[in-house]
């Protein structure tokens, strides 16, 4: 292993030349992170030596994938990638590979956290989240904290009061992968999630419904017991 790890260290600058090719071209960059996609899961835990090298540019890459407004599409549309890009695909399973071989949990720092999530949120509103959902759920894991838990539990519940069925739709699908990903740990967040799951049981959209009354399912699988009696 040691071999290996100093054979992976001897690699490192030469992708650290890939990511600085990469820059300011969609082109290369989307060749970037394909690499990058496929090299973080062979390497596993191995490809977090180059994530001081990448953090940076993966959250500009990630920033620049948020769907514009709809008063900002035209204005915007050689500015942003277009939702499901293969850019948005390459970084998106990039950042899951490197939050789910983090074993040891140091690559997600609090100051990473509060970096990543706001940009993740702002990707909900995609109308394909294939790529987006496991990523997203596992960030408060990687994170191995209580009080992020609870940060994220809140935020990612705060967005199931948008408007948007399709919004309301992609939270409770990104929160259904947050319980399973976190299990019995899930049980310290449940009271301050009772009134929103409440809320999302009677939503007006059935899909919404659906998943929701699913969340509920996971949760008493969870905790062993119904929670009728507190919804």
Request: with cysteine; proline share 6%.
């Amino acid at each position: 292993k040691q071999w290996y790890q100093r054979r992976v260290r001897e690699f490192l600058p030469l992708l650290v030349q890939l990511l600085e090719w990469s820059a300011g071209s969609l082109e290369k960059s989307i060749s970037f992170y394909n690499l990058a996609s496929q090299l973080s899961d062979k390497l596993q835990g191995l490809f977090l030596l180059f994530s001081g090298s990448i953090y940076v540019n993966l959250v500009e890459k990630l920033q620049q994938c948020k769907p514009p407004e709809p008063a900002e599409e035209f204005a915007s549309k050689k500015a942003k990638l277009s939702p499901g890009s293969d850019l948005s695909m390459y970084s998106l399973k990039t950042l899951y590979n490197m939050l789910r071989y983090d074993t040891t949990h140091t690559f997600i720092t609090a100051d990473r956290f509060d970096t990543l999530l706001p940009v993740l949120l702002d990707l909900i509103t995609l109308p394909d989240i294939t790529h987006l959902t496991p990523a997203l759920a596992q960030l408060p894991v990687a994170a191995n904290s209580d009080r992020l838990w609870k940060q994220f539990n809140f935020q990612i519940l705060n967005l199931s009061k948008s408007p948007l069925p399709m919004v309301r739709q992609n939270v409770v699908s990104v929160y259904k992968d947050f319980i399973a990903k976190l299990g019995q740990d899930y049980s310290v967040l449940l009271p301050d999630s009772l009134p929103f799951i409440a809320e999302l049981l009677e939503d007006s959209d059935p899909v919404v419904e659906e998943k929701t009354h699913e969340i509920v399912k996971s949760i008493e699988d969870i905790t062993g017991e119904s929670m009728d009696q507190y919804l």
